[in-house]
């Protein structure tokens, strides 16, 4: 990694292009703000820590990768505290066991092998599925409870309804800023709801605090939630991130992010972040695939935004819970949306040169996303790859649950080999009884 190439690329593109920058940072808040509210209401998390922390968090991985790599929530955690309302102990127990998993993992390099060793059509898969699991978690959980004219004047469906219409708008002329426009609009209206209900922010300097899990926070963070999250951030957050940085930015002027690399930074965030009550965070391929849709390109997006949230975490911390609570949910769901949309989209090049295997296999040292591979491969094999990854998403989606996904794709994946496994073991047996009648 070229640190010094990377914050060259950073500087300029920001210097050229910082309004699709900044806007492009923004992608990811629609995952993002309702995760770490609905964590911070519950005294589940400090929203000042986790605003200090993710910031850190932003800018370091904005500096050493050069991408708009995402410091977003671990969800399975979240889904799991929320529900049953973890203690601090709790849910810092779980994010510094996933952490000290991923870090084993990794420095004995089973991670790596892991990677290498998961078909292209699973990795596509994994892919899609997570942009499908956010486009239906935004219509279940934020946009299904609006009605046309409620819960208010700021946030309801004819709101989501123009941010529908202004987001198919913007696909037809990227250089918009959509997120920022979109951020800057709710902002005003919770700003007015705020204020409406005497619940401004104030000024509330940031009070460090060290969170000790108890024995007992060990058992109940590490077992009920921390298990589950495993093969998320192994699947989602580190080896579909990988490939998503390759598909997304070929021509990246620096190296692309490495399995190791991006699962030591997962490692190091939660070690660090999680002993002072930061909510637990990973990169994924959502937020990446967010932050691409809405503009960004380097990783100067996220250290404007991660200077953002450390700042506001500084001096407004706790006191920023009300605000947040009252940013409209319509113009979040939308962005989600949007960001699982963007994510689904890569499962168009499975069976192009935009896919690694293909274009390995071709002699390249990149791809060209949408290239026709001509003879490259048969009708056949364009359909076995297709239904392992349809398998994969299918699975995933439906059980919400990536391991399943993963092991149902990997299952149909093997299914296909079999007949070429049963003509090799043929061959292995006639060359064998052969070689004994020579004898």
């Given at each position: 990694m070229n640190l010094r190439q990377t914050t060259a690329h950073n500087l300029s593109t920001f210097r050229h292009h910082y309004v699709s920058e900044i806007s492009g940072s923004l992608g990811d808040l629609g995952t993002f703000l309702p995760i770490a509210i609905a964590l911070a209401v519950?005294?589940?998390?400090?929203?000042?820590?986790?605003?200090?922390?993710?910031?850190?968090?932003?800018i370091l991985t904005g500096l050493f990768f050069g991408i708009p790599l995402p410091v977003q929530p671990m969800k399975a955690i979240a889904a799991v505290a929320i529900a049953r309302n973890f203690t601090n102990g709790a849910i810092a127990a779980a994010g510094l066991f996933v952490a000290a998993f991923i870090l084993l993992f990794t420095v004995t390099g089973l991670l790596t092998r892991f990677?290498?060793?998961?078909?292209?059509?699973?990795?596509?898969?994994?892919?899609?599925?997570?942009?499908?699991?956010l486009i239906i978690a935004s219509s279940n959980t934020l946009l299904s409870s609006l009605t046309w004219l409620s819960p208010s004047w700021a946030d309801n469906r004819l709101w989501a309804l123009f941010a529908f219409l202004s987001l198919f708008a913007t696909t037809a002329y990227r250089k918009v800023p959509y997120a920022l426009l979109v951020f800057l609009l709710g902002l005003l209206f919770a700003l007015i709801l705020a204020a409406q209900s005497f619940s401004l922010p104030s000024l509330t300097l940031w009070r460090p605090s060290v969170t000790i899990p108890s024995r007992h926070e060990w058992a109940i963070g590490s077992l009920d939630a921390g298990v589950g999250q495993i093969p998320l951030t192994t699947l989602n957050s580190i080896i579909a991130v990988v490939h998503l940085a390759q598909d997304l930015l070929p021509d990246h002027p620096s190296s692309p992010p490495s399995?190791?690399?991006?699962?030591?930074?997962?490692?190091?965030?939660?070690?660090?972040?999680?002993?002072?009550?930061?909510?637990?965070?990973?990169h994924g391929s959502g937020g990446l695939a967010a932050q691409y849709r809405f503009g960004a390109r380097s990783g100067a997006s996220v250290v404007f935004l991660g200077a953002f949230k450390l700042l506001v975490g500084l001096f407004f911390g706790e006191s920023l819970v009300e605000l947040l609570k009252r940013f409209p949910t319509a113009l979040l769901g939308v962005m989600v949306i949007a960001a699982g949309l963007e994510l689904v989209s890569v499962g168009e090049s499975l069976n192009t040169t935009g896919a690694r295997d293909i274009w390995k296999a071709a002699g390249r040292t990149n791809g060209l996303v949408g290239e026709e591979i001509g003879p490259m491969l048969t009708d056949v094999e364009r359909k076995r790859r297709w239904m392992v990854m349809m398998?994969?998403?299918?699975?995933?989606?439906?059980?919400?649950?990536?391991?399943?996904?993963?092991?149902?794709?990997?299952?149909?994946?093997?299914?296909?080999?079999?007949?070429?496994?049963?003509?090799?073991?043929?061959?292995?047996?006639?060359?064998r009884r052969g070689g004994v009648r020579l004898e």
């Open positions: 519950n005294n589940t998390v400090s929203l000042s820590s986790t605003l200090i922390f993710s910031g850190i968090f932003n990677s290498n060793a998961i078909p292209i059509p699973i990795i596509k898969g994994i892919q899609c599925g997570a942009g499908l699991s399995t190791t690399t991006i699962a030591l930074s997962v490692a190091g965030m939660n070690l660090l972040g999680c002993w002072f009550g930061a909510m637990p965070v990973c398998v994969t998403v299918g699975l995933l989606v439906g059980f919400k649950n990536d391991a399943v996904g993963f092991l149902a794709g990997l299952l149909c994946h093997w299914a296909f080999e079999i007949p070429a496994l049963v003509e090799g073991v043929k061959r292995w047996w006639a060359e």
